[in-house]
């Protein structure tokens, strides 16, 4: 049977998802599309979802990549899986098609719609994540009502053209200690080995698409990350 993993999510006072429990969902981020993998992408999700990924990003990007009705499908098709396990759908920058899907929320980068206006296409009780570079990206995503942040490029990646340039664990860190409290996945490079510096400097959880898209087994890859992330996070 099919789980929706948002209804009877908690929403806090002010009828948004309540922020630890998007915190909680963070933990291994998997985010994917065709262009990303060697074997069919619905093979890969479900030993990554076997494998303890806790939330996936469909995101269909880059040379090569889908569009129009091939694009519709594979959503649906990796929907159809996320759902029968109870993770989390999330849509990269395409909100009709996060609208068409009924997904969980959508993820933006900076050039793309502002988080204030996806809010307000999307309602209170879908997640809206939003790519953020710099403490003033950061401040703004937040008074746009973002439910948490992707920070990054932490480490070098080749899993994206326009990559801004890395910067390691800083801004995490300075976020924190300013007293950020937002939900925050750290994004780039991220593999089983460089993930727990990311956790220690305040992430709740790590967002890859290499380290388990392109893995010999997106199972263990899923697992290590999870094993790292969920006591270390
Ligand atoms: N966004 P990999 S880095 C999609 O810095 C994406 O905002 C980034 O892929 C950012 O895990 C990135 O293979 C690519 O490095 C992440």
């Known amino acids: 049977s099919e789980r929706n993993p948002l209804s009877g999510s908690p929403l806090s006072g002010d009828e948004r998802l309540d922020s630890e429990y998007v915190r909680s969902l963070l933990k291994v981020y998997f985010i994917m599309g065709s262009v990303n993998c060697r074997r069919p992408a619905a093979e890969v999700l479900e030993e ?20 129009g009705a091939a694009k519709l499908d594979l959503a649906r098709e990796l929907q159809g899986i996320c759902r029968a396990h109870g993770v989390p759908f999330i849509v990269n920058d395409d909100i009709d098609l996060a609208i068409a899907l009924d997904a969980d929320g959508v993820h933006v980068g900076q050039d793309d719609e502002p988080a204030r206006i996806l809010r307000e296409q999307l309602g209170s009780d879908k997640i809206i994540g939003v790519s953020a570079h710099t403490p003033e990206e950061v401040r703004q995503a937040i008074a746009d009502g973002a439910d948490y942040l992707g920070i990054g490029p932490v480490y070098p990646t080749s899993s994206k053209d326009d990559a801004r340039p890395v910067q390691g664990t800083v801004l995490i860190e300075n976020l924190r200690r300013e007293g ?54």
Request: proline letters at 4%; aromatic letters at 2%.
């Open 48 to 67: 990554a979802i076997a494998g303890g990924v806790t939330i996936f990003q469909f995101r269909e990007k880059g040379t090569g990549a889908l569009t």
């Open 180 to 233: 950020i409290s937002i939900p925050i996945v750290g994004i780039g490079g991220i593999t089983v080995s460089n993930a727990s510096p990311v956790l220690a400097a305040g992430a709740d959880g790590i967002s890859v698409i290499s380290t388990i898209a392109s893995a010999s087994s997106p199972r263990l890859a899923a697992a290590e990350l999870a094993s790292r992330s969920v006591e270390e996070g």
